[in-house]
Every structure is written in C-alpha cells, then in structure tokens.
C-alpha cells in the first residue's frame, strides 16, 4: 500500500489534497475541507461526509454547483459532531444549511446529533438520507437501504439547486426527489484492504464475485462463478429496473470501486446501455469512472435516477470541484 504508516493516512491525504487544490481550505487537524470562499452570500450551504476510503466522495465534491463542506471521518468510519458543526459554521450564510447524510448507521447519529447542535447555535439545518442501494434492506451498517451512487446525484444536482439561489426548504425537496428517484446496485470482483487491517476486508475464492456488495465491503445478494461484463450488466440493471421502474429518461451512472480500470468501465457502459435499450429506457446522461470507491476494490456499481426537465437542466448546471468539473 502507498502509505506511511496507518494512522496518519487520513491526515496524509487531507495534507496532499490542499496542496493540490488551493482553492479549497483544508483543515488537517479538525477534518474539514471548506470551499475557499465560504460562505457565498445568499447560499444555502450544502455539507456532506462520511467514512475516508470513497473518493472522491465526499470531499473531492466540494466547490461551485456542488457542495461547500465535507467532513472526512477515518478509513470506513463516520466524522464526529463536532465537525458537522464547525463545517456549518464555516458556510452557513443565514439561509440554512443542507445535511447530505447516506444511511450508514454512524453517519446519520453524528449527523442528527450535529443538526441539533447547530440549531442550537441558531443555524438552521434541513437534513435528507441518501437509501438507494437496492441490492439488501439491511447490512451490517445500515437499518434500511445502504446510500451509495445515487449520493453523487443528489450532492450535484441539489448543489446546482443551491448555486441558483433556491431557498432551503426547496433545495431539500430537491435533494430528496433525486434520492427517491435513483436505485443502485453494485458488485466486487475483489474485495478491498483497509490500511488499518493489510489485508482484504473479505474472502472472495478466485474465480468468484459478490453481487449486490456494499462500498464497505459489507455482503450483498449472493456470490456467484465469475461471470462476464455482459452478464453483470444484465443482471445488475434488470435489479434497478425492477425496484425503480422508469416511465422518463434517466441519468446513468456508470461507477467503478477503486481499481477497476476506464478500460473496463467504458466495455462495461457499452453492456449497461445495451440493457437499458433492450428494456425500452431512454438514457438522458451518462456519467463513467471511479466516483462513489471502495479504497482498492475491483468491481463497479449501476446507478439510474429517473429524469424530469428541472432535473435535468440542474444536472447540465456548472460545477467546479476536484472530482467532477464542467461548463466552467
């Protein structure tokens, strides 16, 4: 692994990522990572965050048209109050702050926990829980769906929302129009390796796959004899369409888990598209590469979030951030 030593990854890499990115404001000690010019007059901020291990989630999200906080917790571990709180503080411009929170059991604690400390602070805080995983109902970190690509959809399109002045109430209802509106499913060809453990988090015997794994690596539907690119498509979209049930375009959102190469990904879209025609779904946009990851895990993850014409127009809005740039 291309680290020092355990348990300053984290740090390690917050310092690396203010070097790199000067337009955001990175505090190392405290865990935070602010938009350089916050709090935008007349915004509403838009904070999210969880476990280290998923970038460039969360925190490669943070700029224009998008978010203006995250708050990296360690590898797979949930950020504490404490950081929701001064990530609040530090974007809060006196129209609220949105919570952006997937339902990792530790993630919505400390975020719930965090809410009422900054309304106690008279900063007003609406929160929406990202459950899109469609793969379980309930995994070793969750009560409910998991929360995993549809994340990137609510941050940007939510973001966008923000970006154009929409006021608090509006830009939750937002976000969460897109969280009921996406599904995923994902699945690993290899699992991942923490850097705290050196080993995989998982057995997975060569010549098998986890179908329906979370991006802790946690177990999904059932493990099967490796199958082809062909066949995962066929198999991972066919259990999107059966719980989200498309009557408009939709957003695709090809995503690999860490160490899947474009190579892949791209032959892999190619088969996700192939289905979608077949099923008689028309694609709106499609979005592919490493975006929602699982530190080393080879594997990829289907995400569809039904389309309307305001949604897809905050979709094509501008965004500037590390992980995900365009129209600026």
């Known amino acids: 692994m291309l ?21 955001l404001t990175v505090d190392v000690d405290n865990r935070v990572i602010v938009r350089r010019d916050a ?21 490669g999200f943070v700029g224009p048209g998008m978010l203006d906080a995250a708050c990296p917790g ?14 609040a503080a530090a974007v809060d411009s006196g129209k609220g702050v949105l919570f952006i929170v997937k339902n990792y059991t530790g993630d919505v604690l400390n975020f719930n926990m965090a809410a009422e400390l900054a309304e106690d602070e008279g900063i007003r805080v609406a929160s929406v829980l990202v459950n899109d995983d469609v793969a379980v109902t309930d995994s070793l970190f969750t009560a409910g769906r ?18 154009q002045g929409a006021p608090l109430e509006r830009v939750e209802a937002v976000a969460r129009q897109v969280n009921e509106s996406s599904r995923s499913f994902g699945v690993a060809l290899a699992p991942c390796t923490t850097p705290a453990k050196g080993s995989p988090t998982f057995e997975l015997p060569p010549g098998e796959l ?12 059932e493990r099967r004899a ?33 160490s899947t190469p474009l190579l892949e990904l791209y032959g892999f879209n190619a088969e ?15 979005l592919v590469g490493n975006y929602v990851t699982s530190l080393d895990m080879a594997g990829c993850s289907v ?25 600026r």
Request: net charge negative; hydrophobic share 45%.
């Open 210 to 221: 986890e179908l329906g794994v979370g991006i802790h690596g946690e177990p999904g539907r």
């Open 272 to 286: 996700v598209q192939r289905v979608l025609g077949e099923r008689g779904v028309s694609v709106a946009r499609t």
């Open 39 to 59: 709090p935008v007059a007349d915004k509403v901020g838009l904070i999210s965050g969880g476990g280290s291990g998923h970038e460039p989630l969360h925190g």
């Open 74 to 87: 360690e590898v797979f571990t949930s950020p504490v109050p404490d950081q929701m709180m001064r990530a």
């Open 226 to 258: 490796m199958m082809t690119s062909r066949e995962i498509a066929d198999f991972a979209v066919d259990a999107v369409l059966e719980d989200l049930r498309p009557e408009s375009p939709v957003l695709v959102l090809v995503n690999g888990m860490g």
């Open 303 to 327: 995400t569809l979030c039904r389309m309307d014409e305001e949604l897809l127009r905050l979709w094509d809005a501008p965004v500037a951030t590390p992980g995900l740039r365009w129209g």
């Open 146 to 163: 998991r929360g995993t690509g549809a994340t990137l959809f609510v941050e940007k399109i939510a973001g966008a929302a923000a970006d």
């Open 3 to 23: 680290i020092n030593v355990p348990e300053t990854v984290v740090a390690d890499a917050l310092r690396g990522m203010a070097a790199a990115h000067p337009e």
